[in-house]
């Protein structure tokens, strides 16, 4: 059996896998709802494949090779721009976006499905036995799945980012083609056609693989308004930070985290009136907030010991420690001798970990999705529970009252079905309009601050006094609590952002 034809299998399978990871990723940071998306987009994949395998019994015997390098110069080319072109499209026009993806990830599917049945042919044809080929094929052909699996989420995505990691497999598919004609060459009738073909593809995909992070940049710019100063993709979010004036920016997978304008007020509220419950507050923990801002606040405090900073992304962590301008943001928080900054999963962190707090403070990104939603849970909230001291207090970031108040309100009852008192407010962000935050503890004993200990921009006794008061528009509503196996904070998250959409 020819090595060179299994090889290709190989790469043809890490690429046709590739091709999916980075279609179904680029479509949960844009779009939002990664469980979604990613089942749509496999589901749709996977019939594409049967699409394209079907296709193939039309296809002679005699002319197998030569479509096979068809098959990878156009595959090579249209999965290798594809994820440029989505975000191209994003940036400079969001209406279409989907309909090109799923249009992109149909002909991609119907292209890749008939690789595999054209290279078991081929084989076949040289007199291979048919077990043999079968076996041969379909062992390197998961083996290759197995390799991108692992390469996408911990090399690939973090390094070279989606745009760049599908032109590689672009390239890739079309160097297969290439070196599969010239070691098939008398077999060809059209060899010297495929390979003008093949090397016009892999030029155009050279060029674009060294200038897609400035098309990319392009794109993003035009999306956020503002110059984008730094963007990175994780292995778990697109970060992307922009700068118009004195105005910087963080957005994550696209959505609005803060602006450095009115960010002060989001922040004091968030954690400010938690501290004053307990004047000698000295072990605080923050699950979320990789970007040091509430980290920023608590360390106002003098009696304040030591701040453990949970957050799941050290992309995120390691920009807000390291960027002067974003340390500036934060006065450099991330850095003080008083933090301790664990990059992990909160939920996981906590499972393993037996020390207690006398403030836990719970910022995280907004339950759009279900990874998200269960940190906002039941079982999570119990767990948090756990960690805190006697007399100690807890405040979660709790979505809008105003503009998702189903979603606020479950947070509220979430808490409470944990076994906490809880204590709601609010206060209002010009970048966000109003936002929610609900403080908890185990003995329902809070005090509502009438001045504070350390130096504000935002918040004083008549500003805090308004921020426990709800008026008629933003009361309470009866809702279910989210447990880990409903998730209906997140249905009721999503349709309430549907309702402010129409």
């Known amino acids: 059996m020819n090595p060179a034809l299994i090889v290709s299998v190989f790469v043809v399978a890490s690429c046709g896998l590739a091709y999916e990871l980075i279609m179904a990723a680029l479509a949960s940071y844009l779009l939002g709802d990664s469980i979604l998306q990613f089942s749509s987009i496999i589901g749709v994949y996977m019939f594409a494949m049967g699409i394209g395998a079907h296709l193939t019994r039309y296809i002679h015997d005699r002319d197998a090779l030569s479509r096979f390098i068809d098959i990878e110069i156009l595959v090579g080319i249209v999965g290798g721009i594809s994820a440029l072109l989505l975000f191209v499209l994003f940036g400079f026009s969001a209406a279409p976006f989907r309909s090109v993806l799923y249009g992109l990830v149909l002909i991609i599917g119907i292209i890749t499905g008939m690789e595999l049945p054209l290279v078991m042919r081929v084989l076949n044809l040289r007199e291979v036995e048919f077990k043999e080929v079968v076996s041969r094929v379909l062992t390197f052909d998961y083996l290759g799945a197995l390799a991108v699996s692992l390469l996408f989420p911990l090399i690939l995505a973090p390094k070279l980012g989606m745009a760049r990691s599908a032109l590689l497999f672009g390239i890739l598919n ?42 990319t940049n392009k794109a993003e710019e035009h999306y956020f308004g503002d110059p984008v100063v730094y963007s990175t993709a994780s ?22 985290q803060f602006s450095s304008v009115d960010e002060a007020r989001y922040h004091e509220a968030l954690v400010l009136p938690a501290m004053e419950q307990n004047p000698k507050a000295a072990n605080i923990l923050i699950l979320g907030g990789g970007d040091g801002l509430a980290a920023r606040e608590v360390l106002k405090y003098s009696q304040v010991k030591q701040v453990t900073l949970v957050d799941l992304d050290a992309s995120m962590t390691k920009v807000f420690r390291t960027s002067a301008q974003l340390r500036e943001l934060n006065q450099d928080s991330l850095n003080h001798p008083k933090m301790r900054i664990i990059n992990a999963d909160a939920a996981q962190w906590l499972e393993h970990n037996q020390q207690k707090f006398d403030i836990i403070i719970i910022d995280f990104p907004d339950p759009s999705n279900f990874s998200l939603g269960k940190l906002y849970s039941v079982p999570m909230y119990r767990m948090v529970a756990r960690h805190l001291n006697p007399h100690g207090n807890i405040v979660v970031q709790s979505t809008s009252p105003y503009f998702a108040p189903n979603a606020f309100w479950c947070i509220v009852t979430t808490l409470e079905a944990a076994g906490l008192k809880t204590l709601p407010y609010h206060v209002y962000v010009p970048s966000f309009g109003e936002w929610g935050y609900v403080m908890a503890n185990q003995n329902g004993e809070f005090l509502i601050p009438d001045h504070y200990r350390v130096p504000t921009r935002y918040l004083d006794a008549n500003s805090t006094r308004e921020m426990f008061n709800f008026p008629k528009d933003m009361q309470r509503r009866a809702v279910e609590a989210n447990h880990l196996n409903t998730q209906k904070l997140v249905e009721y998250f999503e349709a309430d952002w549907r309702a402010v959409m129409r």
């Open 174 to 215: 079309t160097v297969v083609a290439l070196l599969t004609a010239r070691l098939f060459k008398k077999d060809l009738r059209r060899y010297r056609h495929l390979c003008l073909r093949g090397n016009i593809v892999l030029l155009i995909l050279l060029l674009f693989f060294c200038y897609a992070n400035q098309i």
């Open 235 to 256: 292995p778990y979010q697109r970060l992307v930070i922009t700068k118009w004036h004195n105005d910087t920016r963080l957005f994550i997978n696209g959505n609005l």
